[in-house]
């Protein structure tokens, strides 16, 4: 399936959706986009999944004919590439777990040049630059401008410093009135820029300690599940219930489900019956973590692995978990646990292409 042209172009200082109909014609989100950002036009080319997803972060670009390439790529691993478990033909009745990368996630200031194509499973950085008709079919650092077939690497926008203050600074989170009273800083050089601001910007808050946290068990590989109970089609069900599918108590891996829960008794309600559902003969362990009304910084500082979902409130955490040198899983992928999840490694500078 094809979705037509794609075009925002209002500008506005708001976060904004795009909804489409799976194939038993339920509405879900399939992209979101932060403040100011706009796509001159874009086709998204997927079949009718109802997790997949196009996340896109502030100020960011996105030129003529771009294209978004979700659940089209074939699993060549396989002694077939028939897509044996697309939603269109039961006939076969079988799902072999594919490699199947729902999500593309795209940070912010981010320009994408005319014609590129962005393959499903990618994560662009803050400030990257993707050239014209190039095919990015891996992960871009923050600030690294990329070009070619597949795309590789040609430089960084700027100096390791400036990029290091610039991802400090995160202007693109300041309130609007700031960013207008900043106006003639953004003409100036980035790195007069980067000098002037970063001496205010707030650092990030040091790494919790493990031992102190009370939802760790020493020796688990601890995954963070943002709980986006009020979503459409909310995708922590999902990921709870692959959890459940796939380890037991004697398996080191904990799943911590950040949510509002003492507002959100329905929540409740639907993970206890999901748990209830599966009825594990040795369930694995489940935490139901508060969130604050802040972003949960000393938490995902002790995390393993962050699992990404559709909320614009991602990519907050996603550039946190970075500095923390946290990875992550798409909450949207086909398998966010075992050995056909896609892993991603934190996106940091590192000078070395």
């Not at 790529?73 to 077939?80: E, L």
């Not at 290091?164 to 300041?174: K, N, S, T």
């Not at 139901?288 to 009304?293: G, I, K, M, Q």
């Amino acid at each position: 399936m094809t979705i037509g042209k794609v075009k925002i172009m209002g500008f506005e200082p708001t976060i904004r959706e795009v909804r489409s109909k799976d194939i038993e014609g339920h509405d879900y989100n399939l992209l979101t986009v932060g403040r100011r950002s706009y796509i001159t036009s874009a086709e998204i080319a997927t079949v009718q999944e109802p997790f997949n997803h196009i996340l896109i972060g502030s100020y960011t670009a996105i030129a003529h004919d771009v294209s978004f390439d979700i659940l089209t790529q074939h699993d060549y691993t396989r002694p077939s590439i028939f897509p044996w478990s697309n939603p269109y033909s039961k006939i076969f009745d079988c799902d072999p777990g594919s490699y199947e990368r729902r999500q593309i996630i795209i940070g912010h200031d981010v320009w994408i040049g005319q014609g590129a194509v962005l393959m499903g499973g990618v994560r662009i950085g803050n400030g990257a630059v993707i050239a014209a008709n190039s095919v990015v079919i891996n992960d871009v650092e923050p600030y690294s401008i990329v070009g070619g077939n597949p795309a590789r690497h040609i430089k960084y926008r700027f100096d390791q410093q400036t990029i290091a203050a610039m991802q400090r600074i995160r202007w693109w989170d300041w309130p609007e009135e700031r960013i207008v009273d900043a106006k003639d800083w953004m003409q100036q050089n980035a790195a007069d820029f980067a000098r002037h601001f970063v001496r205010e910007a707030k650092s990030f808050p040091p790494a919790g300690i493990r031992d102190k946290m009370k939802v760790l068990r020493p020796g688990d590989k601890n995954y963070l599940c943002l709980a986006d109970t009020k979503d459409i089609f909310p995708l922590c069900y999902k990921v709870l219930q692959e959890y459940l599918e796939t380890f037991q108590r004697q398996d080191a891996v904990s799943l911590i489900l950040l949510g509002k829960f003492q507002e959100d008794g329905a929540a409740l309600q639907n993970i206890r019956a999901i748990i209830e559902k599966y009825k594990p003969a040795e369930p694995p362990r489940i935490v139901l973590a508060e969130e604050p009304s802040g972003i949960a910084l000393e938490l995902l500082s002790t995390m393993d692995i962050f699992i990404t979902n559709r909320q614009y409130k991602t990519l907050f955490y996603l550039d946190f978990a970075d500095q923390y040198g946290v990875s992550f899983v798409s909450g949207a992928d086909r398998q966010v646990f075992g050995p056909r999840s896609r892993l991603h490694r934190p996106l940091v500078y590192t000078g070395k292409k």
